[in-house]
Nanobody, 123 residues
Framework: QVQLVESGGGLVQAGGSLRLSCAAS????????MGWFRQAPGKEREFVAG???????TYAESVKGRFTISRDNAKNTVYLQMNSLKPEDTAVYYC?????????????????WGQGTQVTVSS
């Protein structure tokens, strides 16, 4: 399994931006579909964005047009650029890797997870 470590979370005012990074260990990073999920207090974990091995992407409706997922296979890293942040974006954000052939929004399709990074958006 690939090991994942997220960074880049923090406290930001509404309308601000953050960029999350997820560094992966192992030589097979490029073979994984990568995803970002988030979990707010008292809520279930939800899909945010996913990126295929070749760079195709998909987003949850709630973040479409504001968030951008990207990957750098040479650096074994996936990013989540978050713009126009809203208080409802406050959550712990998790990076995940899945040995699947297509992007999935189902958390059960992802076998490796990072420890999470807190994002707090103040109003």
């Amino acid at each position: 399994q690939v090991q994942l470590v997220e960074s880049g979370g923090g406290l930001v005012q509404a309308g601000g931006s953050l960029r999350l990074s997820c560094a992966a260990s192992g030589p097979t990073f490029s073979s994984y579909v990568m995803g970002w999920f988030r979990q707010a207090p008292g809520k279930e974990r939800e899909f945010v964005a996913g990126i295929s091995r070749l760079g195709g992407n998909t987003y949850a409706e709630s973040v479409k047009g504001r968030f951008t997922i990207s990957r750098d296979n040479a650096k074994n890293t996936v990013y989540l650029q978050m713009n126009s942040l809203k208080p409802e974006d406050t959550a712990v954000y998790y990076c995940a890797a899945g040995g699947i052939s297509r992007i999935s929004s189902a958390a059960t399709d992802f076998g490796s997870w990072g420890q999470g990074t807190q994002v707090t958006v103040s109003s």
